[in-house]
């Protein structure tokens, strides 16, 4: 029986959003809204623009929402991008009459709110994903309408499409782009339910949609940008802060251990980094990196330095613990003294650098998946002393998850590529790559009916490397025999992260120093005992949702992700005497 410490939530507000300006008409004022988002809700905050101070706050459950200002009236639509248990196509409004008001679901299944405009009738469009949805609510009737699938054929059944609605046209037509591959544009004719194609990707559309306004009542300009550091709007061009405090932690995504014992571990969309020294325990946000928008996936050590790779436009980066931080995002992160220091894009359309390891020659081998519409991925490498990339590119899948041992790379894929693209294969790969030749020499498909070999480990006592599925598989694959020798199921799924592009958890593994297994599922930790080939349940986790698993400097304590908090696990827990 092991124990459970709560180190606490190393990364607090680092996913705001917003900038929506409405008028209150009972209280006389302007109001800007924002909102703070997060794994485990969200809070929709409003600010009035003449004090700073915050005068509304609501809790969304959903991840993640996005709004629409009604001018003739001030009414603010929520819709959520991403829900918590269900899929995020949840409606609400707020007005000054009646506060915040539930609208309900559209009748879908399986599809979540993307973006939306309003027609000059106030009549509400929203446009889905994956499916390519279009559907509408009408405030009059409190009534739901789906339109149905916007997307022109041909329409694969596995390829993930977007529908979003533009404005509503001078003739009432709704155009929406699709955003796919091919992406496209259409017009909904809501009269006769028809929709006509504008235009494929080949072609040039030269209609720009109406200019937004704001209310007709916001009679003064307000932009705002929401930080971590600060909630900052401007009212006619004079810059005022709010006095918002986040209180939303966002959820671990990456965790390693780093120089001098400490563990280094990012966050989902923060693009944060964070730091944890076991030995004073002291939990710090080190901050924001430099560039870019999205998140940064995971963090490896390599020569005492951390190194981080991010979506979205596939960045990767060093940061040196030995150096004070300093981010220089007015360089992007890429000027010779920034820390981290940002090498620029792996390149190729690679778009979401997941994991890596160290291989046997001393390289950081990095796995991909490609840009939106763009099909598969690819293995990256890094060389740490020239600071060289290069690309192994993977035209049918991309490559999820990575480990090495002292000869080989091993390489776990996914079916899919990025987002919107058409998929040509049906189940994942395992494949051993040769640093020294530069290429794959052999490949499997170690679980059947497996999508995505989520998360790869090696142990030294068997020489085995062990993996994880989608479909909750454990297996063991021999290099010497090129065969998997061994499958366990396991009684739980990994966590599904939203920005972690799966519909499905990913179970994460770790080699500890005695050389067996370890692992998290969403609700506990296991163990895989390498030399009885037994699985062993140890413990259910205080907090639910885990992801990643590192041990530390000291023998059997383990890192581990659960939403927003670091816990730290003892295997097994130390007596107390008197």
Not at 169 to 193: H, K, L
Not at 318 to 330: G, N, S
Not at 434 to 455: H, K, Y
Request: proline letters at 6%; glycine letters at 12%; hydrophobic letters at 35%.
């Amino acid at each position: 029986m092991g124990v459970f410490f709560d180190l606490g939530r190393p990364v607090i507000g680092g996913w705001m959003g917003g900038g929506w300006a409405t008028h209150d008409e009972v209280r006389g004022i302007d109001i800007v809204w924002g909102g703070e988002f997060g794994q485990e809700g969200s809070i929709l905050f409003g600010v009035d623009v003449d004090t700073g101070q915050v005068i509304e706050r609501h809790w969304i459950a959903g991840r993640e929402f996005t709004c629409n200002v009604d001018p003739r009236n001030g009414t603010l639509w929520v819709h959520t991008f991403h829900g918590l248990y269900e899929y995020g196509h949840l409606l609400q409004s707020w007005t000054p009459q009646h506060g915040m008001r539930h609208h309900g679901f559209p009748l879908l299944s399986r599809q979540r709110f993307y973006h939306g405009c309003l027609g000059p009738d106030g009549r509400l469009w929203i446009g889905t994903h994956p499916g390519a949805h279009l559907v509408s609510f009408d405030n009059n009737t409190d009534s739901w309408t789906d339109h149905g699938v916007q997307a022109p054929e041909p329409l694969p059944a596995t390829q993930q499409v977007w529908c979003n609605p533009q404005y509503v046209a001078a003739n009432g037509e709704v155009v929406c782009n699709i955003q796919r591959d091919p992406s496209g544009r259409v017009a909904y004719d809501p009269a006769t339910g028809r929709t006509r194609i504008l235009l494929t990707r080949a072609e040039r559309f030269d209609e720009d949609p109406p200019a937004a306004r704001q209310p007709d009542a916001v009679t003064r300009r307000i932009t705002a940008r929401f930080l971590q550091e600060a909630c900052v709007y401007t009212v006619d061009g004079e810059e005022r802060r709010a006095d918002y405090k986040p209180s939303v932690a966002t959820d671990i995504c990456g965790l390693h251990r780093g120089p001098h014992g400490d563990i280094y571990g990012s966050t989902i969309i923060s693009m944060h980094i964070f730091r944890y020294n076991p030995a004073e325990r002291q939990l710090q946000d080190l901050g924001r990196v430099g560039w870019g928008g999205g998140e940064v996936y995971d963090v490896i050590t390599c020569n005492d330095k951390v190194y981080l790779g991010s979506y979205g436009g596939g960045y990767f980066a060093c940061y040196d613990p030995a150096k004070p931080w300093q981010p220089m995002p007015e360089h992007g992160g890429e000027h010779e003294q920034a820390n981290p220091r940002n090498f620029g894009r792996l390149g190729d359309e690679m778009n979401r650098p997941f994991e890596y390891t160290v291989g046997p020659d001393g390289r950081i081998y990095i796995a991909c998946r490609a840009n939106y519409h763009v099909p598969g991925g690819g293995l990256a490498v890094f060389d740490p002393k020239t600071e060289e990339k290069s690309l192994y590119r993977d035209v049918d899948q991309s490559v999820q998850s990575v480990a090495s041992d002292d000869t080989w790379v091993y390489g776990g894929t996914s079916i899919r590529g990025g987002r919107g693209c058409v998929e040509t294969t049906t189940e994942a790969r395992l494949f051993m790559f040769s640093p020294s030749e530069g290429r794959r020499v052999f490949e499997c498909i170690p679980q059947w009916g497996a999508i995505t070999v989520g998360n790869l480990a090696c142990s030294p006592v068997t020489g085995l490397v062990y993996g994880s599925t989608d479909t909750g598989h454990l297996f063991a694959f021999c290099p010497q025999r090129r065969r998997v020798v061994w499958r366990w199921e396991l009684e739980d799924a990994g966590t599904p992260l939203m920005g972690i592009p799966e519909a499905h958890g990913i179970v994460h593994l770790t080699c500890g120093r005695d050389g067996d297994i370890y692992g998290v599922t969403r609700h506990a930790v296991f163990k895989l005992d390498v030399t009885t080939d037994r699985l062993v349940h140890l413990d259910k986790a205080p907090i639910p949702d885990l992801c990643q698993i590192v041990e530390g400097p000291e023998d059997g304590v383990f890192y581990i992700g659960a939403r927003g908090h670091l816990l730290e696990y003892h295997v097994r827990e130390t007596p107390h005497f008197r």
